[in-house]
């Protein structure tokens, strides 16, 4: 079946350390998206990218840094300057540009990364 | 910048009560809307959207959507509501060249058996 897997489900993390999630599409989706899930916040945008090679910035960028450098993958690493890491991660995926004008996104099922 | 609010963050009913969960937008031009669902342990999935015509959209589990251009309103309905619908719900929008959605800050149902 298609679809994207984020591994992880549950991430345990020191203080200080970097940490990497991992997003994986078989859906052959052109964009991607890093979106973190906080209660009573609902999703903020991190970083997306629309093709190989390129990313962008969300809204809530500071701390984290992405690489596309394949299709199908889409890293998310939280950095030590992220002030408060510990959060619900989510990644999406659309198949082309303009489609989240039109189908919206096909999401992960996510990684919750608790940092002690 | 465009926002999304759900004023409803926490809503508990009964097994059977009728459903509506606010939805307002801000931005002004021309719009897309969805609303997803987050059952317990699960991913986010769509479960109606809105991009023209009839402004009352119909989607999945008997939920519908009534999107009022004039009070930049989504507002979700289900006429009988059932436990399986405990879950967290959000709004999003997308706005026209955007390739991004702006989602809003969620709303946990509870249903009461």
């Known amino acids: 079946d298609g679809g994207i897997t984020q591994s992880p489900k549950y991430l345990f993390r020191k203080e200080g350390q970097n940490v990497t999630l991992s997003c994986e599409q078989n859906l052959n989706h052109d964009a991607m998206y890093w979106y973190r899930q906080d209660p009573g916040q609902g999703l903020r945008l991190i970083y997306y990218s629309q093709i190989v090679n390129d990313f962008q910035k969300g809204d809530i960028a500071e701390g984290y840094s992405v690489s596309r450098e394949k299709k199908e993958s889409f890293p998310l690493t939280v950095t030590s300057a992220q002030k408060n890491p510990t959060a619900f991660y989510l990644c999406a995926s659309t198949p082309r540009q303009g489609a989240p004008w039109t189908e919206g996104y096909t999401f992960g099922s996510g990684t919750r990364l608790t940092v002690v | 910048a465009q926002s999304v609010s759900q004023h409803n963050h926490h809503v508990i009913l009964s097994e059977a009560a009728s459903l509506e969960l606010g939805c307002n937008y801000s931005?002004?031009?021309?719009?897309?809307l969805f609303w997803y669902v987050q059952y317990p342990g699960q991913h986010l999935q769509l479960l109606l959207k809105?991009?023209?015509?009839?402004?009352l959209v119909k989607g999945i589990k008997g939920f519908e959507a009534e999107f009022i251009k004039s009070k930049f309103s989504f507002n979700l309905r289900k006429p009988s509501v059932q436990w399986s619908d405990t879950a967290e719900y959000f709004c999003?929008?997308?706005?026209?060249?955007?390739?991004?959605?702006?989602f809003g800050t969620g709303t946990r149902l509870t249903i009461i058996p």
């Open positions: 931005y002004g031009g021309t719009v897309n």
């Open positions: 809105y991009f023209s015509g009839d402004p």
């Open positions: 999003a929008v997308i706005h026209f060249g955007n390739e991004k959605l702006t």
